[in-house]
């Protein structure tokens, strides 16, 4: 079957590695398709041309049709795939959602400091060079 997702994530990321792992346990379906941008072998030719650099900054998702999304929409696409949405329902609701995603924009610009990893994406992966 084809994925109906295919979500990039931070594998070096210990909270986002968590939820990851989280979702794939309960992708019974297999609609989603994780992708580790944190391996050395990501490249961006082959995911929507999303660039390192772009998807540390912020999560990304491609759809089946080749669509981009990205942030929470990723993670709200997710749980609806493996029939959770109620976990994310708050973020549908128009003055609750401002401010579940003005949290998620914060988290998405600091997480490397909140997790321990620097300040730059140049401190969390300065062990390979990144070229795409």
Known sequence: MKNKLTFLY???CPLCLREVNFLKEKDKSKFIKFVDISN?????????????????????????NGNVIKGLDVLILAYELIDMSWLYAPAKIPYISVIIR???RFWARNRLKITG??????SCNSDFSKVN
Request: glycine share 10%; net charge neutral.
């Open 117 to 122: 990893r620097g300040n730059t994406l140049k």
């Open 10 to 12: 931070d594998g070096q």
């Open 102 to 104: 003005a949290f998620y």
């Open 40 to 64: 050395s072998d990501y490249s961006s030719i082959k995911f929507g041309k999303i660039s390192y650099e772009d998807a540390m900054s912020n999560l990304h998702g491609i759809l089946s």
